[in-house]
């Protein structure tokens, strides 16, 4: 028996024969197998792996021009039996579907083609986008913008305009600008102007021009650490009336630079060159909270009368300096201070007398033998006193009237004794707060020559180090 197949094209081209039975099956399955009784399968139409065919006999054509029908088949099987009017049924809806779908074949077609002329039109990539990152634990960062990070521009009339472009070589991610380590000269152009953090670091810029900075007004943080600035122009900060953060470490400054940005809140400056501090250097700094200087050949005659007046910081670090004692006038308002690595000798009376709010004294690795009576008792407010690797020769007189102290670090010293009232007070209701860490370790005084006594207010056994003296 002959069969006409679907490569044929007798009735449907070989592309579009097995979805026409497909369609034929679901059709017959569901109305017109119900109306005609036309199948002779009634099984679910499989995956065809097989040519469809047709039996392509003169009696066959007979029956199909007469109306009687057409018989389909599968590798030499009966498949299905249509007659003309369930075959008219199917191919008129089949032929609907057919013309829809070529519909969308050429919108299809034509979306691409407008896609493929955008890309070819398309200007090269810039960066876009926001990102309120935060550098504080209080979130000022988050509040110097109102609202999210991601801000909506309303649509203006006029020409369109390109958004910002990031500098070659640097790493732009949502208002961070990441230009460290790339051996840069200069401070780069074309900064986009919604930067929020400038990372500069670890490049070989000398020096810091007026226009530097120009229209970075929302700029929070600028990180210039390690690099060779030695100079900066007086105008280079003025753009930045949002800048809180100032990190100048490691460079070769030989003085602080001139008109800090009013807003500036911490300045880091150590490791540089720095001799001198003149008066009147932070006049204006009102929001000025913290600032670190250590590691410059400073003394203390480099401290000009007059240099801190109007600061009200609360964290002052001037380590690793050439300091023989404790600078004048500094901010009273201090609530830590730390002058360790330095060549101090001895704590006069006078020293630490305008420092009433201090919480925290470092004055470890230094040279200091002598401690004035009642020197310490000028800060009652003290919670943490450093004074180890010195060379005191006794626990410092004052610590039983501290009602607030609570650590107190005199290892690696010359302590030879300690008595029985140098850290408690002999009365009751005195301390306030028990002490919960006192290091005595690397003196040579022994431990069992120590009365039990002496650590009455003191938390527990453990918050005290004695340890073994070693010559």
């Keep these: 028996m002959k069969y006409a197949c679907a490569k044929d094209r007798s009735l449907f081209s070989a592309k579009n024969l097995q979805p026409i039975i497909r369609d034929i099956y679901t059709v017959t399955q569901t109305s017109v197998r119900e109306q ?31 109306g009687h029908g057409l018989n389909f088949h599968r590798a030499g099987k009966p498949l299905a039996f249509f007659n003309s009017q369930s075959l008219q049924v199917v191919l008129s809806r089949y032929k609907k579907v057919y013309q829809l779908s070529s519909s969308f074949v050429k919108m299809k077609l034509i979306l691409l083609l407008c896609c493929w002329l955008t890309m070819a039109l398309a200007s090269p990539f ?6 309120d990152f935060a550098f504080d634990l209080d979130g000022a960062m988050m509040n110097d913008e109102e609202g999210s990070g991601f801000t909506t521009v309303a649509p203006t009339e006029g020409p369109f305009l390109p958004g910002p472009t990031c500098p070659f070589g640097c790493q732009c991610h949502l208002r961070v600008v990441q230009c460290s380590d790339l ?16 990372d500069l670091q670890n490049n070989k810029i000398t020096e810091i021009k007026e226009g530097d900075f120009k229209s970075l007004h929302k700029l ?48 880091r400056i150590h490791e540089n060159k720095i001799k001198k501090i003149p008066k009147e250097i932070f006049k204006g700094l009102k929001s000025m909270n913290c600032i670190e200087m250590g590691g410059n050949p400073l003394e203390n005659s480099g401290f000009e009368p007059g240099a801190f007046d109007g600061l009200k910081i609360n964290y002052l670090r001037i380590s690793e300096a050439r300091l023989t004692g404790v ?16 060549e101090i000798q001895a704590i006069e009376l006078e020293d630490l007398r305008r420092y009433k709010e201090l919480t925290r004294l470092g004055l470890a690795y230094n040279k200091i033998r002598f401690i004035e009576n009642g020197s310490l008792n000028f800060l009652p407010n003290l919670r943490e006193l450093h004074l180890d690797n010195n060379k005191l020769p006794r626990v ?23 008595e029985a009232n140098d850290f408690c007070p002999v009365g009751f209701g005195v301390k306030r707060a028990y002490y919960h860490g006192i290091s005595l370790f690397s003196n040579p005084v022994n431990y069992w020559d120590v009365l039990p006594s002496t650590f009455r207010c003191v938390t527990d056994r453990h918050s005290v180090h004695f340890g073994n003296y070693k010559k």
């Design 327 to 342: 600078p004048k006038d500094l901010p009273f308002s201090l609530n830590e201070l730390h002058l360790d690595h330095n």
């Design 126 to 131: 810039e960066q876009r986008g926001f990102w």
């Design 36 to 66: 005609h009784g036309l199948l002779r399968r009634s099984s679910v139409l499989p995956q065809f792996r097989t040519p469809i065919c047709w039996q392509n006999t003169e009696s066959e054509r007979e029956r199909a021009r007469h």
């Design 183 to 198: 051996g840069l000269s200069a401070v780069p152009k074309s900064i986009p102007p919604d930067t929020l953090l400038l």
């Design 396 to 418: 410092p007189a004052g610590l039983p009237d501290m009602k607030y102290l609570q650590v107190v670090y005199l290892h690696n010293n010359n302590i030879t004794k300690v």
């Design 220 to 267: 929070y943080a600028l990180v210039l650490v390690n690099n060779r600035i030695s100079k900066v122009h007086p105008k280079a900060f003025q753009p930045l009336v949002k800048l809180h953060k100032l990190y100048f470490s490691k460079n070769l400054l030989t003085e602080i630079p001139r008109n800090l940005p009013p807003s500036l809140v911490e300045l």
